[in-house]
């Protein structure tokens, strides 16, 4: 190369294609850092600790704009594009980030948690290990009653009068099954099958590890009011400990627009436009039309589609125009 060569490439600009990529450092969040490993309680034997993490609000923008330059954009845009992604349900820039959390749970509602398939999960086995001698126990306060609407809920507390009695039977029925198990296993019961009569309040240990868009997915339905109260409570540490220290901006994004926004139908936007009208009686006409609203002995039928209308209408200030004939 002449010295003329030379001198033309060094002041050439180098093509994108072949320039030197700049070293990236790993996405830390300081306030998550804090809490590293620390368990928070839940129920009276129960934790949820963090054990790990990856990315931050910056990741989702960051894989949202493809291109991103650190101090480039103002936090007010950053935390626009996370709504826009939210209402938009533009799910792929959120599963850039991960959580690893280390639980301890009872085994009742371990059964639902683990329903959720899109996990990574390792669960402390009790064919390897002796079971965790420990078992989630119900004060006399919280014994709940059967929903006589939902099939799978509960609904109200169960009298005083009968309340302490059956704590006092759970922590017997705990004591004894334990102690059975435990004489299994001295006589050389294998565990695998020792561990067979064990009651379902006995706590386990896993290793949970998820992407936030499926996160979000989990705590939508493991907060709404009609999830069982237990699992609702592990949801709620993992939410206002954990998540929203790590992506304070899509949180809250979350919050607004899945956890606490409202989901319309077709027709419910047909009932709502007609009430909000003062259209009364044609509201009324269009919940029939829709297959809503029916009537039995004079009465409006049971119609499951029509009560989550009704607690819609409710929650945004509006009448039920059917109300009366309740």
Known sequence: MTERDEREARSSPVEPSLAQPERLQR??????????GEPFRVLDQGFVRLVDYMGSDASIVQAARVSYGAGTRRINEDRGLIRYLMRHAHTTPFE???LKLHVRVPMDTWRQWIRHRTANVNEYSTRYSVAIDAAQRTIPSEWRLQSPLNRQGSSGLVEPSSSERLSRQEADLHEESRRVYEERL???VA???ARKDLPLSTYTEAYWKIDLHNLFHFLKLRLALGAQLEIRRYAAVIGDEIVARWVPLAWEAFRDYRLEGLVLSAADIAVISKVTAGELQQATSEAE???MLSWREARVAPNRERSELESKLRRIGLPIPWEHKL
């Open 27 to 36: 996405v830390t969040v300081p306030e998550l850092d804090q809490i590293l």
């Open 96 to 98: 850039m980030c991960e």
């Open 186 to 188: 001295r006589v050389g």
């Open 191 to 193: 565990r695998e099958q």
């Open 289 to 291: 039309a829709r297959g």
